[in-house]
């Protein structure tokens, strides 16, 4: 196939890591993004990394490479500017797979939306700021199998090749309006995302069914179906909604089919579903029918009223600020950081700075804001 530039270098091999990343602490700046499996796999990873520097651009195969923490001193050196677009998930994924964190971060979204920008797809902000159509059919290709095509690695090398140059786009943008340390102070908070989880939540299956009003005993059958879908699941190593759905699950609750053929007259689903699972569903639905229901699960505690009207307070005045702006509600605080504040309630500009979710430009800039608002909530409640 024709390359509109040179392909990126595929290193899978820990010998050609190890050079590789002596060769990035040379850099003063690298783009970076990931691909992982999750739409294909029971446990999602991370299955390429691809870097960009300003002369040319590199994949990774962390199936391939045995040990990827060579990596770790790059991502976590000050004084290299990482640069990831939509970076949340990818930090996440970073630090669960591997242990990794990035410091000194530059998010390009992040930046289009400090500025405002309403089209914060990588693809939209490349085709404003650089002039460059991203084609996005591989978004949802299977990342953990091998070989790749070279259309895929020509998808993801395009992830990052244009990053860079956005980012500079981006930077003085920020910059013309004078929101560059904003943006700086709402990267570094940005570095301190968990990782993200794979733990599996027994008692999932009440976020399917409250909403839909079902009984206890409904419950119970659903409880069923929710425990096979993951069994069948991991046994097949795909995503539990590739199974069935929560929708689907819903609905053969409802409809309680004892036959197959009652089975197969369930709205939505299909004849290769009744046939792979018809006899495991049927017989969850049974149990379901037979065991004890299920006792929901204890709610949380009823929060306090003065901070629920400190944080409605907050919250509208927030709102108020980001139309102001032009922005995102949340581009101006966190939601957790306005719950941090109707807690905590600070009192002066001093206590401001034990909250976390703040740092020193927000404090400097709405500190004062927020103190008066903290005083008198009532007035700011719409």
């Not at 990394?49 to 990774?60: G, P, V």
């Not at 591989?138 to 993801?156: C, F, I, K, T, V």
Request: net charge negative.
């Amino acid at each position: 196939m024709d390359w509109p530039f040179p392909p990126a270098r595929y290193i899978d091999h820990d010998r050609d890591l190890r050079q590789f990343v002596d060769q990035l602490f040379q850099e003063s700046i690298i783009a970076v993004d990931t691909e992982s499996n999750g739409l294909h796999a029971y446990r999602e990873r991370i299955c390429l990394i691809q870097i960009s520097t300003r002369s040319a651009d590199y994949i990774l195969d962390p199936l391939r490479i045995a040990n990827l923490s060579p990596l770790a001193a790059v991502l976590a050196e000050p004084t290299i500017e990482k640069v990831f677009h939509a970076a949340e998930y990818d930090l996440m994924s970073l630090k669960r797979d591997y242990g990794f964190t990035v410091s000194h971060l530059f998010d390009t979204m992040v930046a289009a939306r400090i500025c405002g920008i309403k089209a914060i797809g990588l693809d939209k902000l490349l085709a404003r700021y650089c002039g460059v159509s991203l084609d996005k059919r591989h978004q949802r290709d299977d990342w953990g199998r091998r070989p790749l095509s070279e259309e895929n690695l020509l998808y993801a090398q395009m992830d990052t090749h244009y990053l860079l140059a956005l980012r500079d786009h981006l930077e003085a943008e920020l910059a013309a309006r004078g929101f560059l340390e904003e943006a700086e102070e709402t990267f570094s908070l940005g570095c301190q995302v968990q990782a993200a989880s794979r733990d599996f939540d027994p008692d999932g299956y009440w976020r399917i069914g409250i909403p839909r009003g079902f009984s206890r005993r409904q419950m119970a059958a659903l409880r069923e179906l929710y425990l096979l879908r993951e069994q069948i699941a991991q046994e097949r190593d795909c995503p539990p909604f590739k199974v069935f759905n929560d929708g689907m699950m819903a609905a053969l609750v409802e409809a309680a089919p004892a036959t197959i053929e009652q089975l197969g007259k369930v709205k939505g689903m299909t004849p290769a579903q009744v046939s792979r699972y018809g006899r495991q569903v049927l017989r969850a639905l049974e149990q379901g029918r037979r065991a004890p229901a299920p006792k929901p699960p204890q709610p949380p505690p009823d929060a306090d009223p003065v901070v629920v009207e400190r944080f409605a307070a907050l919250r509208s005045w927030r709102r108020g600020r980001a139309e102001q702006r032009g922005v995102e509600s949340d581009v101006i605080l966190s939601r957790e950081a306005l719950w941090a504040l109707a807690l905590r309630a600070p009192a002066c500009l001093e206590d401001l700075h034990a909250i976390h979710e703040l740092g020193p430009w927000r404090i400097a800039t709405y500190g004062q804001e927020i103190l008066d608002v903290l005083r008198r909530p009532e007035a700011w409640v719409k």
